[in-house]
């Protein structure tokens, strides 16, 4: 499978930076090199769909799950799919526990994605106490099954594996606690029907240059999420190197 290497913005980089950072940025990731995906705040996707390299793909942080409707501040799939993006964030962490967003939410967010031609990114995780009370497998299938209600195994998706203790936090899983959580999630992901091959798994949580090479080489790990080490594009492009590797 190819590596995917993702960079999520959060609030960061508007228009102007947007253009900055993309024009600098050239990983050349070609058709043997890793999946390089970018997603950028809303506002700053028409910069990117104007600047990104040629294999840089984009994406878009979150949608909300009707159409279009008295929905102050939201977006929904579709506009975001008429304005450049081809893949969507569902069910961050930081959607989840910062915006309550639960695993009903989710699905429906999950379904419009699709529908809108996006492909989703459905990120799930556990959060350290749900970790020290020996729940990682009972809410990581719990999260994961909601997405797969609404998945067909012939759609185009990603899952991620975000334990909420690592994001943004300098503390990383090791590429063990990794290959556990992605073993978890691909055997539920055949007891279900969907082909393990055709559901890239990603990690995510302080990747940053100095691990990304030995989390990507953990069993099960087939690509990295990454926030605050994609900020910056010569730290990013180091990232993408190591996928180039994997
Ligand atoms: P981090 O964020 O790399 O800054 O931990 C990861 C994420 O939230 O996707």
Redesign the pocket.
């Known amino acids: 499978m190819r590596p995917v290497i993702a960079g999520?913005w959060k609030m960061h980089h508007g228009p102007q930076a947007t253009t900055d950072y993309l024009t600098a940025f050239d990983p050349r990731p070609g058709d043997d090199g890793p999946r390089v995906l970018i997603f950028p705040p809303f506002v700053s996707l028409a910069a990117a769909v104007a600047s990104a390299a040629e294999g840089v793909e984009l994406g878009v942080q979150n949608v909300h799950e009707a159409p279009s409707g008295a929905f102050t501040g939201e977006v929904s799939a579709a506009m975001a799919a008429e304005a450049g993006a081809s893949y969507a964030l569902v069910g961050?962490?930081?959607r989840r526990h910062v915006f309550g967003e639960g695993d009903d939410r989710i699905a429906a967010k999950t379904r419009a994605a699709v529908e809108a031609g996006l492909t989703p990114v459905v990120c799930v995780g556990e959060q350290l106490e749900e970790r020290k009370e020996g729940r990682l497998e009972e809410v990581l299938l719990r999260q994961l099954d909601a997405a797969l209600d609404v998945l067909d195994p012939g759609t185009p998706w990603i899952l991620a594996y975000?334990p909420v203790w690592?994001?943004?936090?300098g503390e990383t899983a090791t590429p063990a606690d990794a290959a556990e959580a992605h073993g978890i999630l691909g055997r539920r992901l055949e007891a279900r029907g969907f082909a393990r091959e055709a559901v890239p798994i990603l990690y995510?949580?302080?990747?940053k240059p100095g691990n990304a090479a030995e989390l990507l080489a953990a069993e099960g790990v087939d690509g990295v999420?990454?926030?605050?080490?994609c900020l910056e594009p010569g730290s990013f492009t180091q990232i993408v190197e190591a996928g180039r590797q994997a």
């Open positions: 999520n961050h962490s930081e975000e690592a994001i943004g936090t995510g949580g302080s990747v999420l990454v926030g605050g080490a």
